[in-house]
Nanobody, 114 residues
Framework: EVQLVESGGGLVEPGGSLRLSCVGS????????MFWLRQAPGKRLEWISQ???????DYLDPVKGRFIISRDNAKNTVYLQMNDLKPSDTAMYYC????????RGQGTQVTVSS
């Protein structure tokens, strides 16, 4: 059974940073592309970043230059380093094994507020 467990969310002031983690199990982590998505209140789930099995990365334009995705295959973990956070980044953040988020974890809440 595929399991994805996110952690690292919390309340942070604008301009602050957070590092999200997602541990995967039940599948061959090292061969899978991994994705981060988010869903703000009242909005649809949106893709924000991905990393291929070989480490190539891509980002949604609003987070480019602020967010960094990385992976540690030895730990079956994908990370999302989020810097210069803005109130518009407030959302539930999910990791997933597909870009649409069909197979995703339970999420971790990120709230950016002063």
């Amino acid at each position: 059974e595929v399991q994805l467990v996110e952690s690292g969310g919390g309340l942070v002031e604008p301009g602050g940073s957070l590092r999200l983690s997602c541990v995967g199990s039940g599948f061959t982590f090292s061969t899978h592309w991994m994705f981060w998505l988010r869903q703000a209140p009242g909005k649809r789930l949106e893709w924000i970043s991905q990393i291929t099995s070989s480490g190539t990365v891509d980002y949604l334009d609003p987070v480019k230059g602020r967010f960094i995705i990385s992976r540690d295959n030895a730990k079956n973990t994908v990370y999302l380093q989020m810097n210069d956070l803005k109130p518009s980044d407030t959302a539930m953040y999910y990791c997933a094994t597909d870009k649409s988020g069909t197979r995703r974890g339970q999420g971790t809440q990120v709230t950016v507020s002063s």
